[in-house]
């Protein structure tokens, strides 16, 4: 399994920023997957699913950037 981590700052503020590339590339990878990024674990958004036939969890952390270590650890 793979985890895929895309990293970006929480708040509408950010949301077609280039600070939430990471939100975003992990979007388009959820949605190429048909995988649900909403379940809430480890101060993230997570989903699980096969993405080209290799099972991975993505991972979108809910704390600012600079704090994204403290939502991957």
Do not use: W
Request: aromatic share 6%.
């Amino acid at each position: 399994m793979f985890l895929i981590v895309g990293l970006g700052n929480p708040g509408e503020e950010y949301a077609h920023t280039r600070h939430n590339l990471g939100f975003m590339l992990l979007d388009k990878l959820a949605a190429d997957a048909a995988v649900s990024v909403r379940r809430s674990e480890c101060r993230s958004l997570v989903g699980s699913g096969l993405l080209e036939n290799e099972r991975v969890k993505l991972a979108r952390p809910q704390t600012f950037m600079n704090l994204s270590g403290e939502a991957v650890s």
